[in-house]
């Protein structure tokens, strides 16, 4: 399988065929790993996280009230720091 040498190079940082490319009938690329850091910056893991907040305060597992006093205790830095 033929991909655009353009954007593999942009959304994979590959600059040059590698041995893979080789295989036939293979996108190397449809093969990476999921990438965290990416989906984070991508905005998946915020939704993910409010859409998790929704579902516990629906089920009763936590109140708005109970989430606001947690947030706003939190000591936000190096948590390892605050014993």
């Known amino acids: 399988m033929e991909t655009n040498p353009d ?3 942009a959304e994979f940082g590959l600059v040059k065929k590698c041995v893979f ?3 036939p009938n293979v996108d190397v690329t449809a ?3 999921n990438d965290l ?14 859409l998790s907040l929704l579902n516990i305060i629906e089920c009763k ?8 006093n947690v947030l706003s205790t ?5 948590n390892r720091c605050h014993k």
């Open 21 to 23: 490319h080789e295989i």
């Open 74 to 78: 939190f000591k936000y830095g190096c």
């Open 31 to 33: 093969l990476f790993p």
């Open 61 to 68: 597992h936590l109140s708005i009230n109970q989430l606001q």
């Open 37 to 50: 850091l990416h989906d984070h910056a991508e905005g998946v893991t915020p939704v993910i996280i409010c």
């Open 7 to 9: 954007r593999v190079k």
